[in-house]
C-alpha cells in the first residue's frame, strides 16, 4: 500500500512537468534538470508501460514513449538527441532528430549554442540497461564538476575502458561507437581523448600505449541491455496512444490532474 501511495504522489508530481517554462533555463540548468528527468522518466516508464526485451521493442520505446515538459511532447529520442547532445543524428539516423522548423530547436541551442555537445553526458545518462552508467543526481550549480567525477568513475570501470599492454589493445564500452562524433574524429583518436577522465594506473597504461608510437587495436564491447527491474511487465508498443491528436485529448485532463 506504501508503494502503490509513494508510486500515485509520483505520478502526480510527474504531471507538474508540464508547468515548466523550458525557455527560462539556463544552459546549466537545462543541462542538470534534463539528465535527471531523463534518468527519472525512464524508471517512470519501466513502471507505467514496462520493460524492453529486445531491439524491436526498445526501438518503438525510445521513439514512442513520450511525456510533456511544458507545452511539448518529448520521446526519449527527442530528449537526448534534440536537447540534451544539442539536435544531433541519434546513432544509425540520416538526420537531425529536429527539423530545421521544429520549435524545440531553441532548447537545443541553449544547450549546444555552437552545435558543440558535451561528452560528459554519456557517463550520466541511465537508459535502463546494465551497462548504461549508474544513477546520479546533477544540480545546475555543480554540474561540471558532477559530469567531472561521473566521467572518471566510469572510465576506471574495466567494463567501459579495459587496456591490455601487452597486447596492445583498448576495448570499450559500446557508448563510445555509437557516440563517438560527440568525443573525437575517428575511432583511432578515442584513447587519445580518454586521458582526460583516466587517472592513475589507468592513466599511465593509457599514455604508455600512445607514447612509443605503435599502432593500438581499438574495439567494442557488446551492450548489455539486461535491466535490474523486478516482477515488470514487459513492453508493448500496442498500448500506446500513437496518433498525436489522442496525446493532446489527454492533456487536459492530466492539467486538472496537477491543480
Not at 35 to 51: E, P, Q, R, S
Not at 137 to 153: C, H, K, M
Not at 166 to 176: C, E, P
Request: proline share 3%.
Amino acid at each position: 500500500r506504501r508503494q502503490f501511495l509513494a508510486f500515485s504522489i509520483y505520478e502526480e508530481a510527474a504531471c507538474e512537468l508540464q508547468r515548466v517554462n523550458l525557455a527560462r533555463l539556463n544552459a546549466k540548468t537545462l543541462m542538470a534538470f534534463g539528465i535527471n528527468l531523463y534518468n527519472l522518466m525512464i524508471k517512470y516508464a519501466f513502471m507505467k508501460l514496462g520493460v524492453t526485451n529486445s531491439s524491436r521493442s526498445r526501438t518503438a520505446f525510445f521513439n514512442k514513449v513520450k511525456f510533456y515538459v511544458g507545452r511539448d511532447t518529448f520521446s526519449f529520442q527527442d530528449w537526448e538527441h534534440g536537447v540534451l547532445r544539442g539536435n544531433r543524428k541519434p546513432p544509425f539516423s540520416f538526420k537531425t532528430q529536429f527539423g530545421k522548423n521544429d520549435p524545440r530547436l531553441s532548447l537545443a541551442k541553449t544547450i549546444a549554442p555552437n552545435k558543440s555537445v558535451d561528452c560528459r553526458i554519456h557517463f550520466a545518462l541511465n537508459c535502463g540497461a546494465k551497462s548504461c552508467p549508474p544513477m546520479r543526481t546533477f544540480t545546475a550549480e555543480g554540474i561540471d564538476e558532477e559530469l567531472r567525477i561521473v566521467s572518471q568513475a566510469f572510465c576506471e570501470c574495466d567494463d567501459n575502458v579495459e587496456i591490455n599492454v601487452k597486447q596492445r589493445t583498448v576495448r570499450l564500452n559500446k557508448i563510445f561507437s555509437w557516440y563517438r562524433a560527440d568525443f573525437c574524429a575517428s575511432d583511432k583518436e578515442l584513447p587519445q581523448r580518454l586521458l582526460e577522465y583516466l587517472r592513475g594506473e589507468k592513466l599511465v597504461k593509457m599514455k604508455q600505449l600512445l607514447n612509443d608510437g605503435k599502432s593500438v587495436s581499438i574495439s567494442f564491447k557488446k551492450y548489455d541491455w539486461s535491466t535490474e527491474a523486478s516482477d515488470s511487465l514487459l513492453f508493448d508498443s500496442a498500448v500506446l496512444r500513437a496518433d498525436r491528436q489522442q496525446i493532446h485529448f489527454a492533456v487536459p485532463r492530466l492539467k486538472n490532474m496537477c491543480r
